[in-house]
């Protein structure tokens, strides 16, 4: 139980695109999502909190026009990084929270690369 | 602000022996402290997690202790294998939220055969 999913695993687009990765859960109801990118050697970051219904929760120096959160079910969030540019290039990671066991389960990932 | 501290060393080990990591944080006093580990390219995956009112947890092969006195968790592997060489994350509760997660850069680990 207890299974996350990312799509895609990995996306390369050209500066100036927008991509959208999303977020399921798969067997269980998740009202909290997490957002998190990672670069090499580094820890998780956590870029946002997204709550089914109701806007996310950036955190500071998260710009939240350029990343773009809707959590639109309980099973279901995606992020949509608009005009990206080569430093958005980094491996970013959803978690939904599981709120019987307080643990968050993450998704395998998307390598964003953006040429 | 919260800080929590994972030895960046590597931690290399022999096949069968026990393995220990260390998690120090300073600066809060969370509800619940979280492992998971992390291989090259994936999404970090959840292990065990101890509450502040427990001092000892056991899953199989690991172990974790929570001192809220000395502010440290200790993660313990027994009988190591090569398969658990991987980099374990520590994890405690956001002041800012229960649900929410504050990460240490991790400790990469290397059972070798």
């Known amino acids: 139980g207890a299974v996350v999913s990312q799509h895609p695993s990995r996306v390369i687009c050209k500066s100036g695109t927008s991509v959208k990765i999303e977020c399921r859960s798969l067997d269980f109801q998740a009202t909290t999502m997490f957002w998190y990118r990672q670069f090499p050697k580094q820890s998780l970051m956590l870029m946002a909190t997204s709550n089914e219904g109701s806007k996310a929760t950036y955190e500071q120096g998260v710009e939240k026009d350029k990343f773009l959160i809707n959590h639109a079910s309980l099973t279901l969030s995606t992020l949509t990084v608009t005009s990206a540019h080569p430093e958005d290039s980094s491996f970013y990671i959803c978690?939904?929270?599981?709120?019987?066991?307080?643990?968050?389960?993450f998704g395998p990932g998307t390598r964003l690369t953006v040429l | 602000s919260q800080k929590i501290e994972q030895n960046s060393e590597a931690l290399n080990i022999q096949e069968g022996k026990t393995a220990t990591l260390t998690c120090n944080y300073t600066?809060?006093?969370?509800?619940?402290l979280q492992w998971y580990r992390q291989d090259p390219g994936r999404g970090p995956v959840f292990l065990l997690l101890i509450r502040e009112n427990e001092k000892e947890k056991r899953k199989e092969r690991l172990k974790v202790t929570f001192d809220t006195t000395l502010k440290q968790s200790l993660f313990h592997i027994t009988a190591s294998q090569p398969a658990d060489s991987a980099t374990y994350l520590c994890?405690?509760?956001?002041?800012?939220?229960?649900?929410?997660?504050?990460f240490g850069k991790g400790t990469m680990l290397l059972v070798s055969p």
């Open positions: 978690s939904a929270f599981a709120g019987r066991t307080d643990t968050q389960y």
């Open positions: 994890a405690l509760d956001k002041d800012s939220g229960y649900s929410t997660l504050t």
């Open positions: 600066n809060y006093s969370p509800a619940y």
